[in-house]
T-cell receptor
Framework: GENVEQHPSTLSVQEGDSAVIKCTYSDSASNYFPWYKQELGKRPQLIIDIRSNVGEKKDQRIAVTLNKTAKHFSLHITETQPEDSAVYFCAASIPGNTPLVFGKGTRLSVIA | ETGVTQTPRHLVMGMTNKKSLKCEQHLGHNAMYWYKQSAKKPLELMFVYSLEERVENNSVPSRFSPECPNSSHLFLHLHTLQPEDSALYLC?????????????FGNGTRLTVT
């Protein structure tokens, strides 16, 4: 089955700097890659997703890139703010009625 | 405000107790899920229901028993749990079981087994 590895497990950046979180997946058939943000004590929420027919997607300060050949995808956050501090989870899934497989999460701390 | 509501928010139970977690979604979704979230581990999928039928059970111990009486409600019945079952239990829903449907999570139930 699918396996998703996520790095780093923790990340600290200065406010205003960029943050990058990387994930790799094992099943080349995977075609859907969402990212979830979970603030302390709150539920995970979808922040951006990408499908395998595109290589990059942006939404304001957040972008996701996908390299299908290398089977990895990354989350990029620019101009980080303290409210970006949270745990970020990547996930991947293959076509059909199969559940998402999540990475272990990255705890991002933005230092003011 | 979330369209997925979980109760209770916190639960402390002994190993011999029986309790139930409740989840309700107001989004008109057809699929509902139970996830377990432990420290330093990925989100672990426990059960998937699609149109009220269980479609996946990821080898979860029988001390966890799900129930989906309709497409809006999902329960997780707990009995004779172990301390290692202490975790955050998250309910989620999606429009369909298919992978193109984003998950909407509830706020979770923080379970402590003593």
């Amino acid at each position: 089955g699918e396996n998703v590895e996520q790095h780093p497990s923790t990340l600290s950046v200065q406010e205003g700097d960029s943050a990058v979180i990387k994930c790799t997946y094992s099943d080349s058939a995977s075609n859907y890659f969402p990212w979830y943000k979970q603030e302390l004590g709150k539920r995970p929420q979808l922040i951006i997703d990408i499908r395998s027919n595109v290589g990059e997607k942006k939404d304001q300060r957040i972008a996701v890139t996908l390299n299908k050949t290398a089977k990895h995808f990354s989350l990029h956050i620019t101009e980080t703010q303290p409210e970006d501090s949270a745990v970020y989870f990547c996930a991947a899934s293959i076509p059909g009625n199969t559940p998402l497989v999540f990475g272990k999460g990255t705890r991002l701390s933005v230092i003011a | 405000e979330t369209g997925v509501t979980q109760t209770p928010r916190h639960l402390v139970m002994g190993m011999t107790n029986k309790k139930s977690l409740k989840c309700e979604q107001h989004l008109g979704h057809n699929a509902m899920y139970w996830y377990k979230q432990s420290a330093k581990k990925p989100l672990e999928l426990m059960f998937v229901y699609s149109l009220e039928e269980r479609v996946e059970n990821n080898s979860v111990p029988s001390r966890f028993s799900p129930e989906c009486p309709n497409s809006s409600h999902l329960f997780l019945h707990l009995h004779t749990l172990q301390p290692e079952d202490s975790a955050l239990y998250l309910c989620a829903s999606s429009q369909d079981e298919g992978t193109t449907s984003p998950l909407h999570f509830g706020n979770g139930t923080r379970l402590t087994v003593t």
